[in-house]
């Protein structure tokens, strides 16, 4: 029987949980990643446990990862099983497994002898999954980052970045879907702006908005104090314990939502300036009708309200 081939169990009632306490985060940070990262489901309709070969991680391959993305999955699954009959450990390593996509050559970061090892055992159960993703977490150091709501960081890290922010928008709007609240913008040595200064102003310190060593060490004096992390790294947990002793509201994380309505607003101001007034703009003006002279003001009118109320609804959502 192929390794990837098990009892395959479902998720058990306190999977999620134990996972959260293992890392230290809230259960719906973990809710969250596992519905981006797995669409929810770590085995596939037949049983067997979810994965995906990437043929350009072979030894020899002359692949590209943009060559290897183009691949059908029906393709993909018949040559993960040729390269499984010629070399069943790389085939193994060079695929991503359950729902967490671990991809087997993390097999010992993952706490496993081999990936043949942790096929087997994924293919057990989902609770499995969790704790391979667990113990790959930890060995990576990506727990402060799960703590903080830090998408970006674990975006580049575990899914190996190139994503351009994508992940950690899905994230973060998968964390909202669960608990109904935004995750605060995390804050570190090299952050700068209106955050930093709200936050340095919270701490009692120079609000000139930079992340300096002087705010790096009020935030770790904070974190002590509050019996956290002391890592400097501001996220959810020491937002919040600045908000118990502070009346502060920090910024909130964007989106997939709130960067579709950016590149909205971006377009229509883009569109409509050069409208009014770009090349040639002022010619055709002149020689326009006065009706249409009116149907176009009165047009822009329209436009600059609509754009003005999404400007003013992004901006509450980024505060809230």
């Known amino acids: 029987m192929k390794p990837w081939n098990g009892a395959a169990q479902p998720m058990s009632a306190r999977a999620f949980t134990n996972a959260a306490e293992r890392i230290g985060c809230d259960v719906a940070v973990i809710r969250a990643i596992w519905q981006v990262e797995s669409s929810g489901r770590g085995f596939q309709p037949d049983g067997t446990l979810a994965r995906r070969f990437e043929p350009h991680k072979m030894p020899g391959s002359d692949l590209t990862w943009r060559d290897s ?4 999955s ?5 040559m993960f099983l040729d390269a ?3 070399n069943p450990e790389a085939a193994l390593q060079a695929t991503s497994w359950g729902g967490p996509q671990i991809m087997g050559f993390n097999f010992e970061a993952a706490g496993f002898p081999s990936a043949r090892a942790m096929v087997l055992r994924l293919a057990d159960s989902e609770d499995a999954h969790l704790d391979a993703f667990v113990a790959l977490v930890l060995a990576w150091g990506l727990d402060g980052a799960i703590r903080a709501h830090d998408w970006q960081t674990i975006e580049t ?3 190996g970045g190139g994503q351009g922010g994508a992940y950690a928008r899905k994230m973060e709007a998968a964390y909202r879907s669960i608990t109904g609240k935004a995750s605060a913008a995390v804050l570190r ?3 700068s702006g209106a955050a930093v200064r709200k936050l340095q102003s919270a701490l009692g310190v120079e609000a000139h908005g ?4 002087v705010t790096d060490h009020a935030v770790r004096e904070l974190q002590k104090r509050a019996d956290l992390p002391v890592d400097g790294i501001v996220g959810a947990r020491t937002w919040a314990a600045l908000e118990r002793r502070r009346d502060v509201t920090p910024k909130a994380q964007p989106t997939t939502t709130d960067d579709v309505i950016d590149k909205t607003i971006a377009g229509a101001l883009k569109g409509a300036l050069p409208a009014l007034g770009g090349a040639g703009g002022g010619a055709l003006l ?3 009708p006065q009706g249409a002279m009116d149907l176009l003001f009165y047009g822009a009118a329209a436009l600059a309200l ?3 109320a999404l400007w003013i609804w992004r901006r509450a959502r980024g505060a809230a």
């Open 74 to 78: 029906a393709r993909r699954e018949g």
């Open 189 to 191: 040595i090299g952050s």
């Open 306 to 308: 609509a754009v003005a």
């Open 210 to 213: 930079a992340f300096d060593q």
């Open 84 to 86: 499984y009959e010629g």
């Open 69 to 72: 993305k183009k691949i059908g």
């Open 286 to 288: 002149d020689r326009a």
């Open 157 to 159: 890290r575990y899914n």
